[in-house]
């Protein structure tokens, strides 16, 4: 399974863009990039994913370099309901789904 | 649908004790997972399972068992608890084919 690395922390003033970067660089060409949220002690919460190409919902837009060792979430506007911890995950699109998370980086939204 | 659903909420234990930590999904998922959580700490995998009979270990499975008989059903066993067992524990689930996580609000335990 590819690891991941995220920074520890970021802050992000509310109503600003919060970049969030991960960095994949062992991920293999069918894997894909997952991101994750965990506001507080709930449990984690599907945020967005992809494969190659950026992808944008109602919650985020993710974006992966081309040559996808690296991917960057982006929450637009940024609000203090964003303050949580962040996890990248990389994971094959069959077989066994083995989600591993790492640290992930934990966002705090400043007033 | 309940979605993924976990019981106890809160247990406290005394070192040496044993207990069973619920984890029941109504969506019909295959792929269910075991999680713990030390403080200020992300999430590590303890079992996970693919599919009813068939179960497997993840990162720090020592001192926890798990079966899965149905496929509703994902029990986490700890035998002889230990203070290092104090965490909080998440189960998850996936479908098949599926993309998104869905996971239980956790089972905080401490092993006094």
């Known amino acids: 399974d590819a690891k991941t690395t995220q920074p520890t922390s970021m802050d992000c003033a509310e109503g600003r863009a919060a970049n969030l970067p991960c960095n994949h660089s062992t991920i293999s060409g069918n894997e894909y990039v997952y991101w994750y949220r965990q506001i507080h002690s709930q449990g984690p919460q599907y945020i967005i994913h992809g494969l190659k190409n950026n992808e944008t919902n109602e919650m985020a837009s993710l974006i992966i370099t081309e040559d996808r060792k690296s991917s960057t979430l982006i929450l637009p506007h940024a609000t203090l309901r964003d303050t949580a911890v962040y996890y990248c995950?990389?994971?094959?699109?069959?077989?066994?789904?083995?989600?591993?998370f790492g640290t992930g980086t934990r966002l705090k939204v400043l007033a | 649908n309940a979605g993924v659903t976990q019981t106890p909420k809160f247990r406290i234990l005394k070192i040496g004790q044993s207990m069973t930590l619920q984890c029941a999904q109504d969506?019909?998922?295959?792929?269910m997972y075991w999680y713990r959580q030390d403080p200020g700490m992300g999430l590590k995998l303890i079992y996970y399972s693919v599919g009813a009979g068939i179960t497997d270990k993840g990162e720090v499975p020592n001192g926890y068992n798990v079966s899965r008989s149905t496929t509703e059903d994902f029990p986490l066993r700890l035998e002889l608890a230990a203070p290092s067992q104090t965490s909080v524990y998440f189960c998850a689930s996936i479908p098949t084919g599926g993309t998104e996580a869905f996971f239980g609000q956790g089972t905080r335990l401490t092993v006094v």
């Open positions: 969506m019909n998922h295959n792929y």
């Open positions: 995950i990389v994971r094959p699109p069959s077989g066994t789904y083995k989600y591993i």
